[in-house]
């Protein structure tokens, strides 16, 4: 089940990209007392009291917008065509300002719940507050950033407002298509459906939305998802509406089962490629690295092993990728890519029993000591299997701080050689328990 979307909006410089890193619990943002300063959009996971979300921190709403009410219009509607939660920052000291209304107008006729946020009232002021209440919106929230006052009772209320747990409603599995620009999706989607569902051009960037096609192939559903490619920070001009496509491609990858990451053999593997298969690795999604485009690239008996190669040293954080060499023009292997995505959704919904777990855990470690550290080794005490989609292991140690990072990475090598975890990222989670004496 994907992770519940909390989409942070409001005008430039009422504390949007703040809030955003006290939540996160990390400096992911860029902070500065000047308006316009976020230029993209940042997603982030979060936790509050147990539940787990992805945060949207966006750029503010310029007043030197060519046209400040479509700006406002647009990004209160990206807001709400993504988001399960729409939060929306405004500044206390400054008060009540007539752009705060027209983004509260807009809000007003969405069916996404809307949380709104008072901010910089740092010694918890309420003459302002009341004027709030004007914009329709329930109870307006006081907060104050800067020093941390009032976001617990805020998050309290986004997470009161999550979306429950909802039957499945027989979609079959569900596939994303990602990548840059131009490198294929549509027309690889277009392939597999066998007739031209979407748009398929030469100019990068035709796709702008997500668009979703269930099918039947041999039987089984699928939910195919095309989206808008993914160009570099540099390469988006500000007020462009592609920043909205890139939101859309990333909030697909996080409601998807399956992504399939879409390079271009004919050209060399970007560091944009990377980036975007980064995205998946750290959303926790089983994935295929397709190679389109195949037909284009001059081949000897070595070649897929020379590409194999690359992949792998590019890639390195996530040496458990599938790889597939496809041409979407030919058709040639298309097929298998659905194949591909059966078997490493398959790998990341596998549930390990509590017995052979811990079995190959205790050989992975009488194989290699537990590293020692100012005399004190690590323990290695038990292992059980808290979630699927991705595997998630919970390890119980003696003492969390004496687990290295080379360690860690060891035990799910160890997991990986034992079972066919392929195509699918894992999750290790080092627990200190004491030790009975």
Not at 122 to 129: G, I, Q, S, Y
Not at 300 to 324: P, Q, V, W
Not at 338 to 345: G, K, T
Not at 370 to 387: E, F, I, M, N
Request: aromatic share 8%.
């Amino acid at each position: 089940m994907a992770k519940p979307l909390v989409a942070i909006i409001g005008r430039s410089n009422v504390g949007k990209s703040t809030f955003f890193n006290r939540v996160c619990g990390k400096r992911i943002s860029i902070v500065k007392d000047t308006p316009g300063v976020t230029r993209d959009r940042i997603y982030a996971d979060a936790e509050w009291c147990g539940k787990q979300f992805t945060l949207i921190d966006t750029g503010g709403i310029e007043n030197a917008a060519a046209d400040f009410g479509a700006e406002i219009r647009r990004q209160a509607q990206i807001a709400m065509d993504l988001s399960d939660v729409i939060v929306f920052m405004t500044d206390g000291k400054a008060g009540l300002l007539s752009s705060d209304r027209e983004v509260a107008a807009v809000l007003r006729m969405a069916s996404k719940p809307v949380v709104l946020a008072v901010n910089k009232l740092d010694n918890n002021e309420t003459d302002t507050l009341y004027d709030f209440y004007e914009l329709g919106l329930g109870e307006p929230f006081p907060i104050s950033c800067e020093q941390m006052l009032g976001i617990g009772d805020l998050l309290d209320e986004v997470t009161k407002l999550f979306p429950g747990a909802e039957e499945a409603d027989d979609r079959g599995l569900s596939i994303a298509f990602v990548g840059k620009p131009n490198v294929g999706k549509s027309s690889l989607v277009n392939r597999i459906l066998g007739f031209d569902r979407v748009i398929v051009s030469d100019v990068p960037g035709t796709t702008r939305d997500a668009i979703d096609t269930p099918f039947t192939y041999n039987g089984a559903k699928y939910t195919l998802i095309d989206t808008a490619g993914m160009r570099r920070k540099r390469g988006i001009e500000d007020e462009s509406v592609e920043r909205y496509s890139v939101m859309r491609a990333i909030a697909a990858i996080g409601r998807a089962d399956v992504a399939i990451v879409v390079f271009d053999s004919s050209e060399p593997i970007s560091e944009q490629d990377v980036r975007i298969a980064g995205m998946v690795h750290d959303e926790g999604k089983p994935s295929v690295i397709v190679m389109n485009k195949w037909d284009k690239v001059e081949k000897d008996s070595r070649t897929i092993d020379k590409f194999n190669a690359d992949l792998t040293e590019k890639l390195n954080f996530m040496g458990y990728f599938r790889s597939e060499y496809v041409s979407a023009l030919s058709g040639k292997r298309v097929t298998n890519v659905l194949d591909l995505a059966e078997s490493v959704y398959a790998h990341a919904s596998m549930r390990v029993p509590t017995g052979v777990l811990n079995d190959v855990i205790s050989d992975a470690v009488r194989a290699t000591e537990p590293p020692s550290h100012s005399g004190r080794r690590l323990k290695v005490l038990y292992a059980t299997q808290a979630a699927t989609n991705p595997p998630t292991f919970v390890i119980f140690v003696n003492d969390e701080q004496l687990m290295h990072f080379s360690y860690k990475r060891y035990l799910e090598n160890s997991l990986r050689r034992a079972f066919d975890f392929s195509g699918t990222p894992l999750r290790l989670k080092i627990t200190g328990r004491k030790e009975k004496e």
